[in-house]
T-cell receptor, first 119, second 113 residues
Framework: DAGVIQSPRHEVTEMGQEVTLRCKPI?????LFWYRQTMMRGLELLIY????????DSGMPEDRFSAKMPNASFSTLKIQPSEPRDSAVYFC?????????????????FGDGTRLSIL | KNQVEQSPQSLIILEGKNCTLQ??????????LRWYKQDTGRGPVSLTI?????NTKSNGRYTATLDADTKQSSLHITASQLSDSASYIC????????????FGKGTKLSVKP
């Protein structure tokens, strides 16, 4: 079975450029999560979608970050303009669960992440 | 403030030995607690999910315990293998508002031959 697929695996770009990270969740999963991981802060939840609808985006650091889920099989995380402090590994995860109560009882399946470096 | 503290930060053991990783949390209200294994350069993989009423849950050579009274969890690895070398992350999901996941910073385990 295909797991969660993220692209690109690595991205190096200059400060001020727009960055778009992509995620394809596991087929049939209806919850999708975007995370950021750094050495200093560990894993942080950025945004959570359920049935393609953003439910909680309180973790999105600032207006430069935006996420969309136009359909059940695709999501994007965009940073515009990018800054050096955005450098991190960004993970996407998906799980079964219609609604938060069902979602939290099930395991999340993570992609292998996008390593983002902003110069 | 909701927090998850893991100890030790790093650990080196010999292949075949057992080890125990600790997770203390101050999350309220509590919903469930998860342990993840993260290999270098890969995404985390779920090992166990424990609810308030569960004291022990096993997944092969991994056994997680939960003491909801003292707000402590441990992950015990039996007969370690080289492939157990990874970071182990404890995550507590708070009840109430959606999306409230609190992550520990992980324990980096190295298993040496």
């Amino acid at each position: 079975d295909a797991g969660v697929i993220q692209s690109p695996r690595h991205e190096v770009t200059e400060m001020g450029q727009e960055v778009t990270l992509r995620c394809k969740p596991i087929s049939g999963h209806n919850s999708l999560f975007w995370y950021r991981q750094t050495m200093m802060r560990g894993l942080e939840l950025l945004i959570y979608f359920n049935n393609n609808v953003p439910i909680d985006d309180s973790g999105m650091p600032e207006d430069r970050f935006s996420a969309k889920m136009p359909n059940a099989s695709f999501s994007t995380l965009k940073i515009q303009p990018s800054e050096p402090r955005d450098s991190a590994v960004y993970f996407c995860a998906s799980s079964l669960g219609a609604g938060w109560g069902a979602t939290i009882s099930r395991p999340q399946h993570f992609g292998d992440g996008t390593r983002l470096s902003i110069l | 403030k909701n927090q998850v503290e893991q100890s030790p930060q790093s650990l080196i053991i010999l292949e075949g030995k057992n080890c125990t990783l600790q997770c203390n949390y101050t999350v309220s209200p509590f919903s469930n607690l998860r342990w993840y294994k993260q290999d270098t350069g890969r995404g985390p993989v779920s090992l166990t999910i424990m609810t308030f009423s569960e004291n022990t849950k096993s997944n092969g050579r991994y056994t997680a315990t939960l003491d909801a009274d003292t707000k402590q969890s441990s992950l015990h690895i039996t007969a370690s293998q080289l492939s157990d070398s990874a970071s182990y992350i404890c995550v507590v999901i708070a009840g109430g508002s959606q999306g409230n996941l609190i992550f520990g910073k992980g324990t980096k385990l190295s298993v040496k031959p």
